[in-house]
Each structure stands twice: as structure tokens, then as C-alpha cells.
């Protein structure tokens, strides 16, 4: 036991794996519990269609991937939170909408440049040994301004999720800060996205959240308990991914399904 | 000076006025009734005195130390709260984040107001108890408790007793009269409950997207409107 996982962190890219993995986790976690109790879980699933349609676009015009797809998420998530606030198409269509559009958009530039090749697979999918040195300073710089945007604001965060109608009317500025949520997801899938792949990095944040809800009562706890689960949870789903050479978004995503069965049973039991 | 001060106010979506030319006063320790039938106004209103919907004419004047973000509200019942995690004390410390501008991190008096709110009306032993666990009463307490923190002069309830069975219905009014009577604090509740409304407050105000009626209940009960009003309850019931 003990021997695989000192082999496991002999690899540099497994360790990257697990750093940008964990970082990634935590914050989606954190992010997600204010997104699952606001109604806006498809926010997180539509965003990594787009993550997926600006990779495509980058990689065929020899872009950094990064740096293409960061912008364009960002841009779709505010604009997908105005589509909600107002909008003459419902905010579930128009996630929809958004979503598969950018997806077929993405299929057509990577059959048109590269091909149907491994590459789609892993963008759909994702890849453990798709981490670089320059995600993983990345993804430090990311999940540290995120947490400490998180306590600052987790009191304001807290009021325009239980009621933000209230919130508004004693003047916190709701609008401030569903932008800044929304633009926090948005990083954290895009750095997300290449490991677990687009179509499983939405996981990342609705599991957590919704497990850790079968059974904590108070927000405080709910926020801790999810950053936990959410980190232990990605922890043993690349150690599977390693060890049976499973692909890791899904194995990621097998192990969150675990921990939501085991806390649901718990949530059962207690009452 | 007034608390509110509404003066030829008109609020309306899109081109389409749904209130009217409106004048009205609150005083500081009045209570006011504002009654009508739905899509009379009554919300719409009660938006623009909160800052989340701008009028299209006139003025919203607030005075006598109240701020616009310093109005205790107790928000329509939402069905998104039903199964959110958050602890009866939790949600009651939110109503002081209207003082905490910047600020990130409440203040031991913050916690100090959330806990005197919780035990003046009696919801202190649920302080540990998740929110989603109470029942239809008992949650409104405890967004009142919320209300209390937020404000130190007015009150706005809307529509409080919805859904709430009769007897928590009356222990909710008395303790609204209580507040109303022994803090001071002016109320401005918007009800459909119009016996009630007539038989607590000290001013009604029947919206009907003009004011149809503004003033002291007891000339409301005199009025012809009020009669109406009244009397067309009075029928219903008897059926």
C-alpha cells in the first residue's frame, strides 16, 4: 500500500495531478455550495461546454490553452448570470443553449484541424498526465486568491444565498457578488476541466455540496464539510485512476458517487 | 420629521405604471396597514421603499435617522429556503450585515443584538437548530428576529402570515403589536388579512394602484371605501 503511493508521488506528474487536483477540488467545493443552494448548478455544467469549445478554438489557432479559455469562460458566465436575471429565454434553456452550442462549435474546429483524435477523447474526458508545471503555479495562485475572496466575503456570500432579496434590501450588492462567483467558477473549470475532462468537471462542484447536505445543518459546516469531502474525494479517485489505469475524471466522479450514497445513509439513520 | 415620506410617487414595469401619484407618511411608532387586492401595487410598492426597483416619478424621502438599507424586512415566504442548511443563529446574524459595510467579520456586538433579538422573541433555544427543521411559525420568527437585527425604527413585513395556521397567525400579531407597542418601532406590514389590519394598525393605506384610501384606521372605518372593504369581508365570511 504504502509502496504505491511512494511510487505514485515518484512521478512529477502525478504529483502535479494531485496538486492541481486537490486546489481545484477544494475551491469547486467551496464555490459550489453558494451555486447548488441558488438554483444555479447547470451554470457549472454549461461552463465547461464552453471551457471545452475555447480549448478546441485555441489548440487549433496554436494558442496557449489557458490563457484563450480563461477570457472566454469568464465572459459566458456573466453573461449567463444577466441571461438569468432578465431575460426573455429561461435561464435553463439558455444554459442549454449556450452549452451545446459551444460543444459542437469545439467538435467542428478539432475535426476540421486535427481530427477526431486522442485529443477530443481528452477533452472530454480528461487526463491525469495533462498538468504542466505552469498549472500548477496556476492553480496555487488561483485557489489562494479564492479562499481568501471566500472568508472575506463568506458572510455576504452566505446572505445573497440564504435571501437575496434581504441581502439587497440592507445593501449588499448582490450583483457584485454573483459576478465574483460566477467568475471564480469559471477559473476553477477551466483549470478543472483538462484532468477531469468537460464533461465530469461540473461534478467537482454539484457532489460536494449536495453530499455534505444529507447531513450538516448549518451553512459553516456544510462549507467545511465539502471541502473536505471534495479533496479526500479526488485524492482516492486519481489513486484508483493511478492503480487501474482508470481514466480520472470519472473515477474522481465514482468515488464523490460513493460518498454521496454513504451520506445519504447516514442522513437516513439520523432521522 | 417622517421615517418615509412618499410623495407623488409612480413605479411601474416597462412603460406600464402599476402604481400611481402616491402620497403617504410613515411616523416614527406608527403602524400601517397597506391592503388592497393582488396586483393592486402592494409589492411593487414595497420594492421601491426597499431600493431594489426605482420609481418613475416622484420622491422617496427617508428621514429621522432611517436609511433606506436600515429597513427591517421580512420578505415574502420563499421556496427555495425550504431545505437550506443554515443555523437559526446564522440566519439572525445576517440582519447586522447592513452594519458592517466593508467590514468582513461581525463584531461581538453584532452577536450580542443577534442573541437579544433571538430572545426577545422567544426562538433563543433554537439557536443551534437548522432552519429547514422548523415549522411554518417558528421560521418566521426567526426571519422577524433577522428583521430586528437590521433595523433599529422601522419594520416592513410582507404578507407575514401566509400560510401560518390561525393560532400562530395571532401569536404572530401580538407579538408584532408588542414590538410596535413597547420598542417603538413603526411597522408597515402588507396584508390581505384586512380585520386584522383594521383591528392593530394606527393607518391604513388601501392600494388600488392610486391610493384609494390614506389616513388613521378609525377614519378608514368610516370611509366609504373602508365600509366597502370591510363589509365586503363581512359577507364572505358569512357564506
Known sequence: MMETVFEMFSYPFMVRAFVVGALVALCSALLGVSLVLK???????????????????AAALNMAPLAAAIPVVILAAVLLLRIRGNSRIKGDAAIALISTSSLAVGVMVISMTTGMNTDVYNYMFGSILAMSREDVILSIVMAVIVLILFVFFYHKIFAITFDETFARATGVKADLYNT????????????????????????????PALTSMRVCRTFKSVIVNSAAVSVVCLAAGITISYVWATPAGASVVIVNIAAFLIYSLIGLIRN | MALIKCEQV??????????????????????????????SGKSTLVKSLLGLKNVEKGHII????????????LPQQNDSQKDFPASVYEVVLSGRLNSRGFHPFYTPGDKREAVEKMELLGIRELEKQSFRDLSGGQKQRVLLARALCATRSLLLLDEPVTGLDPI????????????????????????????SAVKDASHILHLQERALFFGTTEDYCKSRIGREFLGGVHDGNSL
Not at chain 1, 447547470?42 to 478546441?56: E, N, P, R, Y
Not at chain 1, 467558477?185 to 465530469?200: D, N, Q, S
Not at chain 2, 400601517?32 to 393582488?38: D, M, T, W
Request: proline residues 1%.
Open chain 2, 62 to 73: 427617508y428621514g429621522d435617522g432611517l436609511k433606506q438599507n436600515e429597513i427591517g424586512y
Open chain 1, 180 to 207: 465574483l462567483i460566477a467568475v471564480l467558477t469559471a477559473v476553477t473549470i477551466v483549470l478543472g476541466m483538462r484532468m477531469m475532462g468537460a464533461l465530469l468537471i461540473s461534478s467537482l462542484i454539484i457532489f
Open chain 2, 168 to 195: 400562530v397567525t395571532g401569536e404572530f400579531y401580538q407579538l408584532i403589536r408588542r414590538i410596535n407597542r413597547d420598542s417603538g418601532i413603526a411597522v408597515v406590514m402588507v396584508s390581505h388579512d384586512i380585520e
Open chain 2, 10 to 39: 409612480s413605479i411601474g414595469y416597462e412603460g406600464q405604471t402599476v402604481v400611481r401619484d402616491l402620497d403617504f407618511v410613515i411616523e416614527p411608532g406608527d403602524y400601517l396597514c397597506i391592503v388592497g387586492e393582488n396586483g
Open chain 1, 39 to 57: 438554483r444555479y448548478s447547470m451554470i457549472g455544467d454549461g461552463l465547461s461546454h464552453v471551457g471545452f469549445g475555447a480549448l478546441a478554438i
